[in-house]
């Protein structure tokens, strides 16, 4: 088990030096809008979204394009481990959206195109996360997940 400090630190490592996509690349192209991402253009680094940022836009990392899913899912993360038992939808959306047994076929082929640019690093902060989350409210969901990503 993993601890939330550990994972923190592991999340803040491997995704500090990630670039900010510009807002005309966080859009994924197989999406049909934006709607859900409308806070996060207004957002100049993942490290400033304050709790209701991420509580408002928890279905943003559905829509986000490879790129604005590596650079904000550390913001989402973040939230979840620091508030693993809130009933809050970001919880559960963050791990759903690191699932993608949970899509049937063809879905499942866009939700891992979000995941092409996650470097060693990142990958190994991702199984980090949902391992310290599977002492949570959400604990079955991050071990499905955590399977996927093992």
Do not use: C
């Amino acid at each position: 088990m993993v601890s939330t400090n550990e994972a923190l630190t592991r999340i803040d490592i491997a995704f500090s030096g990630v670039p900010r996509p510009d807002n005309d690349e966080l859009h994924h192209p197989d999406s049909f809008d934006d709607m859900d991402l409308q806070r996060l253009y207004e957002i100049g680094s993942w490290r400033d979204m304050t709790d209701h940022d991420v509580i408002e836009e928890y279905a943003a990392l559905n829509f986000l394009s490879a790129a604005g899913f590596r650079y904000f899912l550390p913001a989402y993360m973040r939230f979840a481990l620091l508030n693993p038992d809130s009933p809050e939808a970001v919880v559960s959306s963050t791990i759903w959206a690191l699932d993608p047994s949970l899509y049937s076929e063809g879905i499942d082929a866009y939700a891992r195109s979000k995941y092409v640019l996650f470097d060693e690093a990142q990958r190994a902060a991702i199984v980090t996360f949902l391992d310290a989350m599977t002492d949570s409210s959400y604990g079955d969901d991050a071990l499905r997940a955590l399977q996927e990503w093992r």
